[in-house]
């Protein structure tokens, strides 16, 4: 399911912008993390996103999705999306979700 986003637009709704606290544990994000409406994940909710390359809280925009996070040990996995002119190396993306894909085994799988 989440292959078929690989190298698309997406229209994400940030829910938690780039500074924001996560609601039930406290860490905060270095990165704007939403989702993308009107989809439906393995979990039963919309499908999540995190966003790199915009280093400004933002509400919502377009990305082209460059990945997304397989995590191993859970039935949820995540979209990754970046501005059209900016590129990510695997390496680089674990990175820089490893805030919050630290407490799981997952890795990331590249357009």
């Not at 082209?64 to 002119?85: M, S």
Request: proline share 5%; charged share 25%.
């Amino acid at each position: 399911m989440y292959s078929n986003y690989l190298g698309k637009e997406v229209q994400a709704t940030i829910d938690r912008p780039m500074g924001s606290k996560h609601p039930k544990h406290g860490f905060i994000y270095p990165i704007n993390y939403g989702f993308i409406p009107d989809t439906k994940a393995w979990d039963g909710r919309e499908i999540d996103v995190f966003i790199l390359g915009v280093f400004e809280p933002v509400e919502t925009f377009e990305w082209v999705c460059i990945g997304y996070i397989h995590r191993k040990d859970d039935v949820e996995a995540k979209l990754v999306a970046a501005p059209k002119w900016k590129s990510y190396t695997k390496e680089q993306v674990e990175a820089l979700v490893e805030f919050q894909e630290q407490w799981f085994d997952s890795e990331a799988i590249m357009a």
